[in-house]
């Protein structure tokens, strides 16, 4: 929606992250809003004067909506809440407000056998229960638990560090081209998370320094977000 002087343009779309679970991937979906979220976005005319919302849809559309939308736990991956309730000794009885799903549940319960955090049966095996103590995604945490094992703990840990946070060069207040310039001095045509370990040794070299941040277009506060993650994760494996 657009809001400018008193009005307000509702398309009455939104970009809604949704969890696949037999892809097991995460997409920014194009999908119509609740009549509440729709309401939300026309209180904001009425917030300094008196304005108007125009719609682009119609009456019956908006009629025809569900009141409120989906809630979280039916449109995320479970695999960490599922591997957390695993570690507390809980199970799907768990009295949720909205229960998950059994699709979403068996999904993550796959997920999670795949990366060696449950048996067969579902009972959580001494890898998982490492990984439920690490502040990661499960992903991540057996990532850098199979790093261990062969012994490239320290790279592990850093690219597991840095691939938590959402973004780690800002994009949107740059010229394009000055970007994928400095880029270039990190990229490695190999893999990108060779291209990772590159910006974590030069911001090292750095110093952490905000200002070399800067000129490089990163991020700084989640740089340090990152560096702090790692810490954490290397205290932890100690």
């Given amino acids: ?24 991937i995460e997409a920014l979906n194009l999908s119509d809003i609740s009549r509440s979220s ?44 599922v591997l957390a309730m695993k570690h507390l000794g809980l199970g799907r009885d768990f009295p949720f407000l909205t229960p998950p799903s059994s699709e979403n549940w068996l999904a993550a319960e796959d997920r999670l056998r795949s990366f060696w ?22 992903g991540l945490a057996h990532f850098v638990l199979c790093g261990v094992k062969w012994r490239c703990a320290e790279d592990a840990v850093t690219i597991a560090a840095l691939l938590s946070m959402p973004r780690l060069f800002y994009r949107d207040m740059y010229d ?6 400095v880029q270039k001095e990190f990229r490695n045509a ?11 040794h030069a911001y090292e070299a750095a110093s952490g320094s905000v200002q070399w ?6 991020n700084e506060p989640l740089m340090r ?14």
Wanted: proline share 5%; aromatic share 8%.
């Fill in 38 to 81: 729709a309401e939300q976005r026309a209180g904001r005319v009425g917030r300094d004067a008196p304005g108007n919302c125009i719609r682009l849809y119609g009456k019956d559309d908006f009629q025809q909506r569900p009141r409120f939308e989906e809630p979280e736990i039916a449109k995320s991956d479970l695999a960490s809440l």
């Fill in 225 to 238: 977000t990152a560096r702090d993650l790692r810490a954490q994760i290397v205290e932890f494996l100690a």
């Fill in 176 to 181: 394009e081209g000055e970007l994928e310039r």
């Fill in 117 to 138: 955090a449950l048996t067969n049966e579902g009972v959580l095996t001494e890898h998982g229960e490492q990984m439920a103590r690490m502040s990661l995604d499960p």
């Fill in 190 to 200: 190999e893999s990108d998370l060779l291209t990772l370990l590159a910006i974590w």
């Fill in 213 to 218: 941040c800067a000129e490089h277009y990163l």
């Fill in 1 to 24: 929606s657009l809001t400018f002087r008193g009005w307000v343009i509702d398309t009455g779309l939104a970009k809604v992250p949704e969890y696949d679970p037999v892809l097991g």
